[in-house]
């Protein structure tokens, strides 16, 4: 086991070397310039050239990159040109934001998409079946935007039941140590501040929710099928062992290697900060930051949010394969 992360860890060197090379002369071949983006009617040659020569942008691009990569090395990401923060402290500030919705919205798809999809199964060919079926196309075939903005009109702005947007009421008097708020106001013991900051997460946390949803009650109706039909189902029934029995040691134990690689999937991409979601309602996340670095320009946010994002998803896919062993003993012996 311990060799197996080891080598893992090891890959994910050259993989993140190939990246940064990626992610460097890709920022670098948007159209237009971070001093023209940011300075709009205001800009000059003057100023141009002045922006330029502070960021070392008017250098030779061999050399900005391995001038970046040398501070990457030495744990320096870069001044985000918006705000003249730390890269890593702006992102610290704002992934706690995007951990709590994500963590929101991947118990939302994995709690209703593994039971959608085992019910399905279970009633396969039947009405029920093909409502699941048509219910799980619907939520990956709808735009997320267009979700978001629904939800939005009709729960926050028609209805008035849940905020519009935001983390949280901004007259609350919160108090935060982690800057997950649910868990600050747990925490703290300010109940309401919890309350409010869960009701923030709602609408963005359905609109989020939709298609992971869609994709594990699919992937999982799939894999209960194929292996409720399984010769080891039917020997088991045959001897006499309980429904309860094969239908939780047998058949969806049996059915979660797959399910587990596409939550682990899942959950990487809404880590990734969902850019869309974020935007439609205001959530001070890492996707709506970098919707903004695009349009700026902002090199430094761009490439250093994108390459923790990258680190990110390589160790929840190590995550996801050491989980194996412990679902499924024959991967253990392998």
């Known amino acids: 086991m311990l060799r197996t992360i080891g080598r893992r860890l090891l890959l994910l060197v050259p993989t993140l070397f190939g990246l940064t090379l990626l992610l460097f002369f890709w920022v670098r071949a948007l159209p237009g310039g971070p001093a023209v983006a940011l300075l709009g009617e205001r800009a000059t040659p003057e100023r141009v050239a ?36 730390p890269v890593t402290e702006e992102f610290a500030r704002r992934f706690p934001a995007t951990l709590e919705l994500t963590i929101f919205a991947i118990i939302l798809a994995v709690g209703l998409g593994i039971a959608i999809g085992y019910w399905a199964a279970r009633r396969h060919g039947r009405a029920g079946d093909h409502v699941a079926v048509f219910g799980s196309l619907l939520g990956i075939t709808i735009p997320v935007f267009f979700l978001a903005f629904m939800l939005k009109w009709l729960f926050a702005v028609q209805l008035g039941w849940l905020p519009s947007d935001g983390r949280q009421d901004p007259r609350m008097d919160a108090t935060h140590y982690t800057n997950l708020y649910v868990l600050d106001g747990i925490i703290t013991g300010e109940w309401d501040a919890a309350w409010d900051a869960f009701l923030h997460l709602i609408l963005p946390g359905i609109a989020l929710a939709t298609i992971p949803l869609a994709i594990i009650t699919r992937i999982t109706r799939a ?33 979660l290697l797959p399910v587990v690689t596409t939550i682990g999937l899942q959950f990487g991409l809404l880590l990734s900060g969902a850019i869309l979601t974020e935007s439609v309602f205001a959530y001070p996340g890492i996707g709506s930051f970098l919707y903004r670095a695009i349009f700026s320009r902002d090199y430094p946010v761009l490439q250093g949010f994108i390459l923790f994002i990258a680190i990110l998803y390589a160790l929840i896919n190590l995550i996801v394969d050491v989980s194996y062993s412990f679902i499924d003993p024959r991967v253990r012996v392998q």
């Open 50 to 85: 002045e922006i330029n020569e502070l960021y070392g942008f008017n250098e030779p691009l061999i050399a900005q990159y391995f001038t970046w990569l040398g501070q990457l090395l030495q744990g320096n990401f870069g001044v985000s040109i918006q705000t003249q923060r």
């Open 223 to 255: 894999s209960v099928l194929e292996v409720q039909n399984s010769d080891f189902v039917r020997t088991g029934m045959a001897k006499g062992i309980s429904r309860g029995t094969i239908r939780s040691r047998f058949i969806m134990r049996n059915s």
